[in-house]
Nanobody
């Protein structure tokens, strides 16, 4: 019953944009911090972005600052990741995740994880 489902991934050219969505199965996720991490082929999972339960605070990895924007709609229990100016190095599987504490999320130890959505950026 506990489920996070990502959507919106795909193939884009460098410089393009994508918007990822993550829908939660339970209303209680509205009270959790939520965010995104990614894993490229042959690399370790990397924290990308997080947002507090109230939406008032956001956090980003240095590699995506100024290009990615995280937001949430608690009425829909959904979190979004707007990705602009995409580059080939952004190619990865993107995972939605949720946890009561943002520090836990940035360390890659979130309690709940989605199955991931593939983002491929071609040059």
């Amino acid at each position: 019953q506990v489920q996070l489902v990502e959507s919106g991934g795909g193939l884009v050219q460098a410089g393009g944009s994508l918007r990822l969505s993550c829908a939660a199965s339970e209303r209680t996720f509205s009270m959790y911090a939520m965010g995104w991490s990614r894993q490229a082929p042959g690399k370790e999972r990397e924290f990308v972005a997080a947002i507090s339960w109230g939406g008032g605070r956001t956090y980003y990895a240095e590699s995506v600052k100024g290009r990615f924007t995280i937001s949430r709609d608690n009425a829909k229990v959904t979190v979004y990741l707007q990705m602009n100016s995409l580059q080939p190095e952004d190619t990865a599987v993107y995972y939605c995740n949720a946890d009561p504490r943002i520090p836990t999320m940035t360390s890659g130890e979130s309690r709940y994880w989605g199955q991931g959505t593939q983002v491929t950026v071609s040059s």
